[in-house]
């Protein structure tokens, strides 16, 4: 539609459908481009935050969007892309994909159930700025035709470069703009193909041995941890309001115990002595104690707790590497 000349005055409707946890910056473009936030058709999802493809609408009419998730930002959740896919094809729709840490699954095989039929969509949104930990902003837009890009685009002008060739202001919105994926480039071209795969299933591995960790602490694990993310709650609200409030003042090591490998039990052994005790030195102290040893009741509805492992990941991997990026098979 953005090819258009008219732009959306006389086109025909658009139907924008979005899982029930579609992320809330989706939600929000759809606002920047005029579709209207609350305008969309909401798919139910299931237990673990996948949109549930058996609930897609069928009675759609006109061009349609369907934006689908891979990783959702709680639990890591991929929607199931086959079933989206084929519902897609089958009304002729354009299917997106907000994969903004989960794309990067891809590159693992390990992950290839979750990621089946995803490299068939239309369109895909990444972010560079999560797991290569380059800095802040790196979005990445990837559409299946390049030609959809230039179409919405470009903007020439007799002063500007013709336009043959890659043209970043001729492919995305800004006209001037920095070198952004130099910075990109560079972590990949640095880490190797097989560095990023490493860096992604290190991190997922990294993830299961949390869940075990703040499981054997006394917190509930709430997702199955298939990904980067671990889903936790304490026993009650105020506890878990608590340990948030720890979480962020701590920059994500509050209420972890002790640095996972850094002793010589291996996390995720049974203690002797049951649960991790928590740290009691550096800056995780009051609010984590009583939060690690006492274990939720089941009926507890005590609010999820994101715990946002990527971000102590990225800050692990760069210190152990002296703060720089090695260069990695
Ligand atoms: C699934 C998902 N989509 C979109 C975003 C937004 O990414 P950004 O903050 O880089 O715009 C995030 C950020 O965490 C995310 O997890």
Not at 33 to 61: F, K, N, Y
Not at 124 to 129: F, I
Not at 231 to 241: F, G, N, P
Not at 273 to 289: E, H, I, L
């Amino acid at each position: 539609m953005a090819g258009r000349p008219a732009g959306l005055f006389g086109a025909p409707e658009l139907t924008v459908v979005v899982g029930e946890y579609a992320h809330s910056t989706v939600v929000r473009a759809l606002g920047l481009l005029g579709l209207g936030r609350d305008r969309v058709r909401r798919v139910p999802a299931d237990d673990q935050g996948r949109m549930r493809a058996d609930c897609l609408p069928g009675d759609v009419t006109g061009p349609v969007v369907i934006c689908a998730q891979a990783g959702e930002v709680n639990t890591g959740a991929f929607d199931p892309f086959p079933s989206i896919l084929e519902s897609a094809r089958r009304h002729q729709a354009w299917m997106h994909v907000d994969g903004a840490f989960g794309l990067w699954a891809l590159t693992d095989p390990s992950r290839a159930h979750l990621t089946a039929a995803l490299a068939d969509a239309d369109s895909w949104a990444t972010d560079g700025h999560k797991w290569l930990n380059v800095p802040y902003d790196c979005g990445i837009a990837l559409v299946r035709r390049p030609e959809d890009l230039r179409r919405s685009f470009t903007a020439a002008a007799g002063y500007l470069p013709p336009d043959t060739g890659f043209e970043a202001a001729n492919l995305t919105p800004q006209s001037s703009q920095r070198a952004r994926q130099v910075e990109v480039w560079a972590v990949l071209r640095t880490l190797g193909r097989q560095g990023v795969t490493d860096l992604i299933t290190r991190t997922c591995r990294h993830a299961q041995t949390m869940a075990v960790c703040l499981g054997q602490a006394g917190l509930e694990v709430l997702n199955d941890v298939v990904f980067n993310q671990v889903l936790v709650r304490a026993a009650t609200d105020e506890q878990t309001r608590a340990l948030i409030t720890a979480v962020q003042r701590d920059g994500g090591r509050a209420g972890a115990g002790r640095p996972c490998g850094s002793t010589a039990r291996p996390c995720g052994s049974a203690s002797p002595a049951g649960p991790r005790p928590p740290r009691t030195s550096g800056t995780a102290q009051t609010p984590s104690s009583p939060l690690l040893s006492s274990r939720p009741p089941e009926t507890d509805q005590t609010r999820p707790v994101i715990c946002r492992y990527v971000t102590m990941l990225r800050w692990t991997h760069t210190r152990q590497r002296g703060g720089r990026v090695v260069r990695r098979g």
